[in-house]
């Protein structure tokens, strides 16, 4: 044995080794010491080291569990931030194992620690938490609990083959190769938006992303809805995946609720553990601060003896003190020296300590922790350069996506504008149409007009009626076109009245008459007893549907019937509504299957139609089916080649008239060419046969007419002469009417001069300009009556009276002169009317034939001149008229005052 074998042993030695080798030295050289002292500082010393040996041990395994314990969050936290970017396999493999190791981890310790409380001398502070640490072996647990089974929702949302977003993708994609077939770009535009939400969504996993994906979902099935037929493949197929990609949508959104209650449960598990864990930590320091204090109070016991064996182990000490500072200061300084580079920064220092006590095992300790901290920082430097690298590749993503977004959007407002162009073109185009067809066709029809007045030869009036049917034909055509081109901008409006649906039917068939008289055609009217009286309908647009419908069974119907039926369905009591169903149907040549929808489209017409024996544009169907829709209805057709075809109305929600069926329609006219408007009016048109027409027109009613063919004569015309009123054109040449009316209106000597606009503009922007310019407006063609009508509100003639208008004037002015002095006997006449008219009289009040009627009407207006009776004449005129325009409700009321009639002619006094 060398001394290098007792070199090694002595460091190898620990600390308190190396003390009681040094105290026994000391007890030795001081044994007049009382052995006694000496007995009851050795129990001290070995108690006071059992104390530091729990204390730090206790101390140690709560440091160590509540380490494990921050290692287990940060995993977790990483886990559920990581696995959207990495993928689920990865982040379960990197973070979700480790999570599990280290919560197994922290619930090993804490068992060890219950048992370490348990069996060693701990404070009571520790013991007394023995409560608390159950509840944290339960907390741990549970926390464990709940993040597996986290992590099994998250796997059935984020699996790489079958989970949700997979799946979600799969629908994406099935619906994106569908939209490019179509290359719909609003599709697409809605597509690309609900994808852009669903990438923010897996980016932030932020739930609104999601839910504005699944809204914008819900708008792209709507537009595809609207975009394509109802049987189209493409439009099942698109509904298809958006389907499955709405119902995947709806199930991230509830699984990711489960997800954040689970987050939210081991969140508030975690918060449970954390105040234990800390408790924890602050009773084992008090413990190590308790044993430290028995040290000092030992140290102070140990003192006293120090002093009295101070002399005596004076050389000792410092023989022992020589060899302490080789083997423990030394280290000391060793390991201080090495605390301080860590501390300036200097990761890579090395505790150069080789003695086996604790001071070793504490440089051990230290050396371990260095090397922990450097490969800590090495791993976080290495995970914020991977990360900024990815937010630089999400960032030139969202770049790009920006880019292409902002191309997109400058792609759809250059599109708006074209189509808004394209649309102000086709406005211009309609406007310039229909003025210059308006324009001659105010002259044909005006001049018509004036000559049905003025000739008296009846086939000359057959030839003037050939005109004005072909005009008006004309003038419907621009009609349709520009109906059709209001419907597809959104600018008609239903206009609702009081109508009698009965009148209107018997309109349509007086319309056809003559048509179905020459083809030989039967008309049946065929009306539900339910239906009300009068109803709350836009007549006008009812009327146009019905001759659309009726006018093309009429067209392509040559043998057979034609039948115009109307039905009632009271969805409610209290029968305020109902639903009106139309049928029109004909024994015609039928339509083939295959074109059944595409007749209703604009400028289409059947395939083999021959124009020149059938006519027509393709405007009519199309106009009635949308016409039909803007009234809250719908229409189809079924029919059979050579068999023929049945179009069917039907309109939801038709208000019944309550309390407003006496419907007014008893037309009044006054005899306007007796009215004096003793007036002068300047009559403003760069057409002269425009102002021609004019002056035809008033000229039975003595007025003064000057003329301008311009805005700038205009001006000088009613500065000039002062005109009562003055009829504007409003394109004209040199200066158009607009320009005239606001100088008119800027000069006080003509600013209230009434202002009439005369124009052949149809447009609806044009109309309101007009009408904020001028104090009235009428669209040529104008006719007579209207002119003088609209004049006549300005200029207040004397009041005329208001006559009932006739079928047979002549007859009329014939029954007003018969003398008082020719009648013949009234009694006569009064027993001829009981017996033999009163029985006819009470049939036709139930029937209401209008045939029957207009037949009783004809025998009574003959008997009545028969017997110079002129109530009789006027009360059968009237039935007469009535039933000439179809006026069921009048005639009704009319018949039921027979029996007045009967008691007027028995008062009359025989002349």
Not at 18 to 35: E, N, P, Q
Not at 893 to 905: A, Q, S
Request: charged share 25%.
């Amino acid at each position: 044995m060398n001394k290098k074998y007792f070199t090694d042993k002595w460091y190898n030695l620990s600390i308190s080794c190396k003390f009681r080798f040094a105290f026994g030295i000391l007890l030795a050289l001081i044994l007049m010491v009382s052995i006694t002292g000496y007995g009851a500082l050795t129990i001290v010393h070995y108690k006071t080291e059992s104390i530091i040996l729990n204390s730090t041990t206790l101390r140690r395994l709560v440091l160590e569990m509540n380490t494990h314990l921050e290692e287990a969050r940060r995993f977790e936290r990483d886990f559920f931030l990581k696995y959207p970017i990495i993928g689920f396999s990865e982040a379960r493999q990197v973070y979700a194992e480790k999570t599990q190791e280290h919560i197994s981890e922290v619930i090993s310790l804490s068992s060890n620690l219950k048992h370490l409380i348990s069996q060693s001398h701990a404070s009571n502070a520790l013991r007394e938490s023995d409560v608390n640490l159950n509840f944290f072996l339960f907390a741990a647990n549970r926390y464990a609990k709940s993040f597996q089974e986290s992590v099994s929702l998250v796997a059935k949302l984020a699996s790489d083959k079958t989970g949700l977003y997979s799946r979600l993708a799969d629908y994406s994609a099935c619906l994106l190769k569908s939209l490019d077939i179509d290359n719909n770009l609003e599709l697409l535009a809605l597509f690309r938006e609900m994808k852009l939400y669903e990438k923010d969504y897996l980016l932030t996993k932020k739930r609104p992303f999601m839910q504005s994906a699944f809204n914008t979902g819900f708008l792209l099935n709507k537009a595809v809805i609207k975009t394509f037929p109802e049987n189209n493949t493409n439009r099942i197929q698109k509904l298809q995946c958006l389907d499955l990609y709405i119902k995947t949508a709806q199930e991230i959104l509830s699984l990711d609720n489960e997800i954040l209650r689970k987050t939210r449960e081991f969140d508030l598990q975690a918060d449970a553990i954390d105040p234990i864990a800390e408790e924890l930590v602050k009773h084992a320091q008090e413990d190590v601060e308790h044993a430290r204090r028995q040290i000092v109070d030992i140290k102070q016991v140990s003192g006293n003896f120090l002093i009295i064996t101070a002399l005596t182990g004076l050389l000792l000490t410092i023989m022992i003190a020589r060899i302490f500072n080789n083997s423990i200061t030394k280290n000391i300084i060793s390991l201080t020296e090495a605390a301080r580079e860590l501390q300036t920064g200097n990761i890579e220092i090395y505790a150069a300590v080789k003695s086996g006590d604790e001071i070793g095992q504490l440089a051990k300790t230290f050396n371990t922790m260095a090397h922990r901290i450097n490969f800590l920082i090495s791993d976080l430097e290495n995970k914020v350069t991977n990360r900024t690298a990815e937010l630089t590749k999400i960032n030139i993503q969202l770049q790009k996506e920006v880019l292409e977004r902002k191309q997109a959007e400058e792609s759809m407002k250059k599109a708006k504008e074209e189509a808004e162009q394209a649309n102000s073109t086709k406005s211009e185009f309609l406007a310039n149409m229909s003025h210059e067809i308006r324009t001659p066709m105010n002259s044909i029809l005006g001049f018509s007009e004036i000559l049905e007045n003025q000739i008296q030869d009846r086939q000359l009036k057959q030839y003037l009626a050939a005109i004005s049917a072909s005009g008006n034909t004309l003038l419907n055509l621009i009609n349709d076109i520009l109906d059709l081109s209001k419907i597809e901008a959104g600018k008609l409006k239903l206009e609702y009245s009081v109508i009698g649906l009965y009148s209107i039917f018997k309109e349509i068939e007086q319309i056809f008459t003559r048509k179905i008289e020459e083809k030989g055609l039967k008309f049946i009217i065929e009306m539900d007893k339910k239906l009300p009286k009068a109803i709350i309908l836009d007549g006008i647009r009812l009327r146009q549907v019905l001759l659309n419908l009726v006018g093309n069974a009429v067209k392509f119907t040559h043998s057979g019937y034609i039948r115009l039926s109307a039905d009632a369905n009271y969805p409610r009591d209290d029968h305020s509504s109902f639903k009106l169903i139309i049928n029109v149907e004909d024994t015609g040549i039928g339509i083939p299957e295959q074109e059944l929808d595409a007749i209703f489209d604009a400028f289409v017409q059947q395939t083999g139609q021959k124009e020149g024996q059938y006519g027509g544009t393709g405007l009519g169907l199309s106009i009635t089916k949308r016409l039909v829709k803007m009234m809250g209805g719908s229409i189809f057709v079924k029919s059979e080649i050579n068999k023929g075809s049945s179009f069917v109305v039907v309109i939801k929600d038709v208000e019944v008239a309550a309390g407003r069926n006496e419907i007014k329609q008893d037309k009044i006219h006054t005899n306007i060419d007796n009215i004096k408007l003793d007036a002068t009016i300047l009559a403003v048109d760069d057409i002269d046969d425009n102002r021609q027409l004019i002056k035809g027109y008033l000229l039975p009613n003595k007025v003064n007419i000057i003329e301008a063919v311009n805005g700038v004569e205009a001006i000088k015309m009613a500065k000039k002469f002062k005109p009562d009123i003055i009829l504007m054109d409003i394109k004209m040449p040199v200066m158009n009417g607009y320009e005239a009316i606001k100088r008119i209106r800027q000069d006080k000597t003509t600013a209230h001069i009434p202002i009439i606009a005369v124009t052949a503009s149809a447009m609806k922007d044009s109309e309101d300009r007009i009408r904020s310019l001028c104090d009235s407006y009428l669209r040529k063609p104008v006719s007579r009556i209207d002119l003088i009508n609209e004049l006549a509100r300005f200029l207040k003639p004397d009041p005329l009276p208001v006559i009932h208008e006739i079928k047979n004037p002549d007859l009329t002015l014939k029954s007003e002169k018969l003398r008082l002095d020719t009648m013949k006997d009234i009694s006569t006449l009064t027993q001829k009317l009981q017996e033999d008219v009163y029985n006819t009289w009470k049939e036709l009040r139930d029937t209401l034939s209008i045939n029957d009627i207009e037949r009783f009407a004809v025998k009574l207006k003959k008997m009545g001149t028969d017997f110079a009776c002129l109530p009789l004449i006027q009360w059968a005129e009237k039935l007469e008229s009535q039933a000439a325009i179809y006026d069921v409700d009048a005639l009704q009321k009319t018949l039921e005052g027979f029996v007045e009639l009967l008691e007027e002619i028995k008062s009359l006094k025989q002349y």
